[in-house]
């Protein structure tokens, strides 16, 4: 590992960044950097010789984090663990790095030949990439010091050679936006739904609510990981920011998020509210009684922003129906179905100060998920079943599609059990 000892300095500011613009750019993530943002702290070793530049700062090519709980690996140690990082083992990937497939022992963590031990996820930071650092000390930050059962627990991590990787415990079902999106996927019923909506409530709960509050600041489909059972964790921490202190009511910061999830006035004035972190609930509670992403552009004209097109429909109980995921079925309590969507424009209320808090969001949850249908809905959603199977059995039927109706987007997001993959980042000036 070298001679490389912590002592804290202050992460490395922004520097020129080349601008990037997918297109069609679905849940793209945008950032504009600001001279208020006070970043926080890590235990980072000062400069050596032989370090680099990222960002205009010195960065020292190896280190050790000074957090107990964290398991520190070599680099030879994570090659063989994926099989040398090969293609075959690659999970997904973003702008800022790739997230491969792994393996440790169970009990100690210690690395293990592919196959031998539990599957883990391992993140390789691009070593070029000023943001893929910082994300990769605030992962180390907040993931390091928390533990709770819906939040993705980071495992360890590797500082050497210039590179930046971190070990997490592996998501067996991956993540809830594949699920919800992707053609072929399995597909989620009500009931399970729900108990995804509670856990990320859960997680989001308890980062509200800690000793210094935590905004999350990326809270979105794609972050929410899957394990065997489907309970849900939170994972990438990458943009995670403490907040507001001594009365204060936001932390003034830069523009970081991801278009459709991140709250309007934050992404208008780089406000940062505790609750602005509610808004992105809403929105991906949005997207789980839809089916649909947050922003589609091969969606026909006036649907390509979710929240905007939906919103006449959440609060009329008959016009509901109109937006409800076909993948359903019809296979819901309606009474339930209506105080989600009564919940959603509570969470999307465009004041911060009138969205509820996440306690009362998650309580809200756990009421409505005692809701069971009603005789005569149980009656209609099994003709309905019936009527369909006599259908896709027909001759000539042969074509099934994933969401009926919905059109898919063609960008489909390798995501199978990672924190923080497949991201397409967009950076809006400095």
């Known amino acids: 590992m070298g001679n490389c000892w912590p002592s804290p300095v202050v992460s490395p500011s922004p520097g020129t960044t080349k601008h990037y613009n997918p297109a069609p750019n679905h849940g793209a993530r945008t950032e504009q950097s600001t001279s208020t943002e006070n970043r926080a702290s890590l235990p ?6 032989e370090g680099r530049r990222v960002a205009g700062e010195e960065v020292p090519p190896c280190g ?17 663990a994926t099989k040398n990082f090969r293609p075959d083992t690659v999970l997904g990937e973003g702008g800022f790095g790739r997230v491969f ?9 210690a690395p293990s030949k592919a196959g ?4 883990v996820a391992v993140k390789k930071s691009n070593p070029d990439s000023s943001q893929g650092l910082k994300e990769w000390q605030a992962e180390v930050k907040f993931l390091g010091k928390f533990s709770h ?5 980071l495992l360890g991590y590797c500082w050497e050679d210039g590179q930046f990787l971190l070990v997490y415990e592996y998501m067996q079902k991956g993540s809830l936006e594949s699920h919800l999106f992707r053609k072929g996927a399995e597909s989620l019923s009500w009931d399970t739904r729900l108990k995804i909506a509670i856990g990320a409530a859960q997680g989001l709960a308890f980062l509200h609510t800690t000793e210094k509050q935590v905004i999350y600041r990326d809270f979105k489909s794609s972050n929410i990981l899957l394990d065997g059972d489907f309970n849900a964790k939170l994972s990438d921490f990458g943009l995670a920011k403490l907040g507001p202190v001594d009365g204060d009511s936001h932390v003034t910061t830069g523009i970081v998020g991801t278009y459709g999830y991140a709250a309007p006035e934050y992404m208008a004035t780089g406000h940062l509210y505790v609750r602005s972190d509610v808004y992105g609930f809403g929105v991906v509670l949005l997207e789980i009684l839809a089916g649909q992403r947050v922003l589609d552009m091969e969606r026909a004209t006036g649907q390509h922003n979710l929240v905007d097109w939906a919103r006449p429909f959440l609060p009329d109980q008959k016009k509901l129906k109109k937006i409800m995921d076909p993948q359903l079925a019809d296979e819901y309590p309606s009474k339930a179905a209506f105080q989600i969507a009564e919940l959603i424009l509570r969470c ?5 100060k009138n969205r509820p808090p996440m306690e009362e969001v998650l309580e809200t949850l756990k009421t409505i998920q005692a809701i069971k249908m009603k005789p005569k809905e149980l009656k209609a959603s099994a003709k309905q079943k019936h009527t369909a199977q006599r259908h896709q059995h027909s001759p000539g039927n042969y074509h099934h599609h994933r969401h009926g109706g919905h059109t898919q987007s063609p960008v489909q997001h390798k995501h199978d059990g990672v924190a923080g993959a497949k991201r397409y980042e967009m950076y809006t000036g400095h």
């Open 116 to 119: 031998v031990g539990v599957p």
């Open 149 to 153: 059962p819906n939040l993705v627990k």
């Open 44 to 49: 980072l070793p000062p400069p050596a010789k």
């Open 101 to 109: 497939k792994g393996w440790v022992d169970e009990k100690t963590h």
């Open 64 to 80: 050790r984090i000074v957090t107990p709980n964290l398991r520190s690996y070599t680099y030879a140690e994570l090659k063989t």
């Open 348 to 352: 999307l209320e465009s004041d911060p």
